[in-house]
DNA sequence: GTTATTTAGATAGCATGCTATTTAAATGGA
DNA sequence: TCCATTTAAATAGCATGCTATCTAAATAAC
């Protein structure tokens, strides 16, 4: 008989984080396989949602709102320029930074892609009403909000 | 004059996947730097939570109670191997799985560590009722299943 | 104007996740 | 018993994220 009444009861199945990182990973596999068809991976999709939105971003610009680091996105542009998705172009204000462009290809994929998304967020929230879709947005966004401080 | 009224409307900030992808970053990011003065990394403290629970337990089990490809916690246990956390032992029952058990010093890590996940998850639920914390984790862990189907 | 500092991006190195494949042992069917 | 199949783990290769560091250009200080 063992005794391990001194150990802190630490239910993963009741931690914010070991849930969030869970549904962090169903949701990107679940979106990995339905943009592999238009050759795009998750974190291309996140790119160029900004990139559709609008063009001749630097990596600065891509930084602050996508909230990473500048290495991983020089990393992602590198592999989305590999597959014929942007294009980088001189900036004629600053020499250092250089303004990306998307080709005619990633324009194209805006309305696949963007369906392949929303239906994962449909597939996740099948249960939900849209009372509850929206609390569960708004609590996401105010977890962030408080670990971003 | 452009024309956008063609494109599909999909804010970032309304996406169910694009939030739990930063929540998750952020939890892992805090998590890290709680945790690396006590020499752990956030999937090595995941994965301890298993074994602080029950040891003896096999790659197969940790794949199944963690909901992650055996590639992973293979990688995992390797590293938690060379940081002296775990070792491996022969199974009798089967010459092919292996028993992993937990070093005394991954031991004594049970209580900082876990406080410092506690911590964590705090910060994020700082401005949470405990009905919206409860809440909150109900629908992580219905999206969680609704998307394992 | 020259020098020091800051800033944009590139790069090295690593952790964590994945898929796909290989190896070896266990299991099941004939 | 022997062969085919299944199963546990290892390994290769890749994407995405991080930190730390380097280079080159822009900016600030003198």
Known sequence: MQCYCHHMTFRKSESAGYLANHMARLFALGLQERIRPLGLAPAQFMTLLELWN???????????????????????????????????????????AQLIRLTEKARTLREDATRAAQAQNEKALAGFSPGEREAFLAMMTRAIDAMRR
């Open 54 to 96: 609008e063009e001749n971003l630097t990596q600065k610009d891509l930084v602050q709102r996508l909230d990473i680091e500048q290495a991983t996105i020089a990393n992602t542009l590198n592999r989305m320029q590999r597959d014929g998705l942007i294009t980088r172009h001189e900036n004629p204000d600053d020499r250092r």
